[in-house]
């Protein structure tokens, strides 16, 4: 490694330890820094809600990790995983996480990020999906927690929506549960007023007759 010597600009140094010297002809010298070469950002890898993740409730914060050399990142949220049907396009986004409170309830959305600077933009992040839950103003779910004595448990989920029946509402993500268990394993369930009798973990009443539950 040589340096220059600037007064002169004919005396080379050599900058290891062996000291050489020399002489340049025809050299021109410069003494300005060169800028920084920076990099195009990393990719972005999303953290919330969780892929395929069901039940989200609004205010839903979409949440991702921070990119090297990231400045900024574009945010794409869509209703088909090509997504050409694309519901937000938002770019300029200096934090991590971007919040959303207008999504329709029972609804599969896509979204992904990409990071970007000054020299460019990353790649998309691989596309994420979530369904979100009931959020209209007239239903509500509350879970209640069964603990047994040798503290096994299950959760039970439970509310209202105008469209329930008295049956299984896939559309509500309900689901029938297998025969009942043998004497002696806890199993907790809902037992539907249906013929023939059925069972869920998750269960509504219509909010626009009187239920009880």
Do not use: C
Not at 76 to 91: G, K, Y
Not at 185 to 204: G, Q, T
């Amino acid at each position: 490694m040589y340096h220059f010597n600037e007064g002169s600009g004919l005396i080379v140094y050599d900058a290891s330890s062996n000291a050489n010297t020399g002489t340049i002809t025809g050299a021109t010298w410069n003494s300005d820094v060169p800028s920084a070469i920076i990099d195009p950002p990393s990719d972005v890898v999303l953290i919330s809600p969780l892929n395929g993740s069901n039940g989200n409730v609004k205010p839903i914060t979409l949440v991702w990790n921070k990119a090297k050399l990231a400045e900024s990142y574009n945010l794409q949220l869509s209703l088909d995983s090509d997504f050409l049907t694309i519901l937000i396009d938002s770019s300029g986004i200096i934090d991590t996480s971007y919040n959303i409170d207008e999504l329709n309830e029972l609804t599969m959305y896509y979204w992904r990020v990409k990071a970007t600077n000054i020299n460019g933009y990353g790649s998309w992040s691989d596309v994420s999906a979530f369904k979100t839950g009931i959020m209209s103003e007239d239903a509500w779910i509350t879970n209640l927690e069964i603990i047994d004595n040798g503290q096994h448990s299950e959760k039970l989920t439970f509310g209202v929506h105008p469209i329930a029946t008295d049956g299984v509402d896939a559309i509500l993500e309900e689901g029938s549960l297998p025969p009942l268990p043998p004497v002696g394993i806890m199993d907790v369930r809902f037992i539907l007023p249906i013929l023939p009798e059925d069972a869920s973990l998750k269960n509504h009443r219509s909010s626009l007759l009187d239920s009880i539950y």
